[in-house]
T-cell receptor, first 114, second 115 residues
Framework: DAGVIQSPRHEVTEMGQEVTLRCKPI?????LFWYRQTMMRGLELLIY????????DSGMPEDRFSAKMPNASFSTLKIQPSEPRDSAVYFC????????????FGQGTRLTVV | DQQVKQNSPSLSVQEGRISILNCDYT??????FLWYKKYPAEGPTFLIS?????DKNEDGRFTVFLNKSAKHLSLHIVPSQPGDSAVYFC??????????????FGKGTLLTVNP
């Protein structure tokens, strides 16, 4: 398996524009996570899906952020409108739910909002 | 409210010596703990884990120790190698309902192993 695949690797956009980040989890994994990494806050969980259903979105910063998982092999994280403070590295991770869970991360998308 | 804390932002050790990275947690519901390693421009990769029913887990040069009463865990790397230079994240999971499977991360410790 190629692992968790994220696209794009880098995104530079202007403030106010819509940004869509994409993730393909590892085949067979039933949980998917979106994390954001910043210097100030480290790695913070934004949203968590189990079997394509959002379970916990308490980490989503505000209504400008939305995430979808239309099927088991694809998820998107959308920011609309984007703001400079959204600049960060966004990671997608997937796992197979069990009591001793380890998550596998993609390489991340570095988002810069100017 | 930071539930997983890594109080040392950075650590520098000499090649061949032991590296000890520390992590504290506040949530007593956590029952599974993991260490991830992260190189620049890459995603975190799983390194080693320990469940709360154990106090030690070893994998080659890497050993994780868990002290539940102190809510503290540590990662020992011995001997340290230059290729171990990376950011190390401590993570924990556990609790009721949907929170059982999500990982809460510390802010990371940058380890530099000098040749």
């Amino acid at each position: 398996d190629a692992g968790v695949i994220q696209s794009p690797r880098h995104e530079v956009t202007e403030m106010g524009q819509e940004v869509t980040l994409r993730c393909k989890p590892i085949s067979g994994h039933n949980s998917l996570f979106w994390y954001r990494q910043t210097m100030m806050r480290g790695l913070e969980l934004l949203i968590y899906f189990n079997n394509n259903v959002p379970i916990d979105d308490s980490g989503m910063p505000e209504d400008r952020f939305s995430a979808k998982m239309p099927n088991a092999s694809f998820s998107t994280l959308k920011i609309q409108p984007s703001e400079p403070r959204d600049s960060a590295v966004y990671f997608c991770a997937s796992s197979l739910i069990s009591w001793n869970t380890e998550a596998f991360f993609g390489q991340g998308t570095r988002l810069t909002v100017v | 409210d930071q539930q997983v804390k890594q109080n040392s932002p950075s650590l520098s050790v000499q090649e061949g010596r032991i590296s000890i990275l520390n992590c504290d947690y506040t949530n007593s519901m956590f029952d599974y703990f993991l260490w991830y390693k992260k190189y620049p421009a890459e995603g975190p990769t799983f390194l080693i884990s320990i469940s709360s029913i154990k106090d030690k887990n070893e994998d080659g040069r890497f050993t994780v120790f868990l002290n539940k009463s102190a809510k503290h865990l540590s990662l020992h790397i011995v001997p340290s190698q230059p290729g171990d230079s990376a950011v190390y994240f401590c993570a924990a999971s556990g609790g009721s309902g949907g929170s059982n499977y999500k990982l809460t991360f510390g802010k990371g410790t940058l380890l530099t192993v000098n040749p």
